[in-house]
């Protein structure tokens, strides 16, 4: 896109000045001259800044090509560029720089033969980056006295060179439509589903030998269900426990057995052989319960890992003496977690309807979507929080590379409505200036311009813009503090200029 500033004549081109050691020559006279000629393009990989001088027949002209990669805005360091001109009478002149002439900046110098409007078709091959640029209308003039006059005014645009925003973290995207959502604003907490999540307790009393847990598992070590935990060497009051528990359990599936056939021939009422199934069953619970626990091993009882997940927590030592029921380990499967959202009861109406929610959690710069992590919403609370006056809503997702942590406190927003395209742009794009919502525009390559905004929808990281800026229009998303500091010390942004 060729952008045209500073313009008197309607066939006048672009000017693009900044007041630092770029040693472009301007012609003066009674106030006017020759302004450089800058453009500023935009591929799916590369940006181009390029800058030249007006542009006459038999005269030597160098363009100042500054090229970055759009992969991380950064200077493109290699590669050969060809640059082809190509004028409406079929004239051709081609140029090759096997190299830049330093980071980010390839100097190809041409002498055309022919006035006219060319144009110039740039071809860059390189490992970094591939690509073809076309910049229409380079305009070539017969003699100096067809040269348009430019008045130069005073600009208010904010210098911010190419060499400036290679060094840091910086980037830009043009302001599009996006489908965006109202939400309502929640708190909440992320929670284990209870069936990922065990406290792993001795069944029996007993002692923790030394000798027979010489590989016990650490904290953060993942195990399988059914996987040896520990081998606990019991008291004897233990084993006779286990034990009778066994044999309570056979002796009531024998008499349970033996009930049901005397039913099956009348000789027992229906009462007699339920209150046997009964008994069968719960004897059953129990030996059932104590085996999901334990293996009988040489060594003793080895406790066994109930599911899949990782060790949170142990609560024993080598050598210590247990009682029945002591803690031992913690378990958490972390794949899938519950998220648990306080909705102010004001709000309760509008998201009984809502399937779909959104959180952000603290020590994570991302805002995660409960669709897109294969989730949905599992229940409603029937009661209120007396104390905070919030309903509970419960989401369930996956965990995408167990980053999400238990206990985190989350940032809930409650999807309402349905969603509508509207003009928005990233949050890291706003900076909060003295309470006002401010953007910076990069007009061209190296200009920039402050935006004071109104906003509204904030949904998925992007924020609704309802004034301030048009569609199309490429707004800082990264380095907009610094671009802040050079409006603040333009004198900063002068320092550190090209030298050609």
Known sequence: MLRLTKIILLSAVLTFLVSCTHDHDHETEEGHGHGAISVTQYTDSTEIFMEYQPLLVNQEAEFLIHLTDLKNFKAVTEGVLTAEFVNENGNKIT???????????????VIFDNAGNYKMTITLKGGQVSDVIIVEDVKVYANSSELPHIHEEESSDIPFLKEQQWKIEFANEPVQK?????????????KPKPENYAKVVSPVRGTILAKHNSKINSIGDY??????????????????????????????ETEYQRVNKLYDRKAVSQKRLDEARSDFEAKRSSYNSLTDQIKITDNGYAILSPINGYIEKLNFSLGENLESGEELFTIVNPNRLILQANIPSSRSEDVINSNDASFRVEGLNREYSIKELNGGKISVAAGLNQTNRTIPVYYEFNNPQNKIKIGMFAEVFVK???????????????????????????????????RILKTGIIDQGYVQVLEGLKEGERVVTKGAYQVRLAALSPESAIGHGHVH
């Not at 140029?95 to 110098?109: D, F, H, K, Q, W």
């Not at 489908?179 to 708190?187: E, I, N, R």
């Not at 409505?417 to 390559?445: M, R």
Request: charged share 25%.
């Open 95 to 109: 140029v090759t720089e096997y190299e830049p002439a330093r980071a980010g900046i390839y100097i190809p110098s």
């Open 178 to 190: 996006r489908k965006l959502q109202k939400s309502v604003l929640a708190t909440g907490e992320i």
């Open 223 to 252: 195990v399988k269900t059914g996987e040896v935990l520990l081998i606990i060497s019991p008291s004897a009051d233990a084993s006779i426990n286990v034990q009778r528990i066994k044999s309570e359990y056979l002796l009531a």
């Open 416 to 450: 309402i409505g349905e969603g509508e395209e509207l003009l928005a742009i990233p949050e890291s794009a706003i900076i909060n200036e003295d309470g006002l919502h401010t953007a910076y525009v990069q007009l061209e390559g190296e200009a920039f311009e402050k």
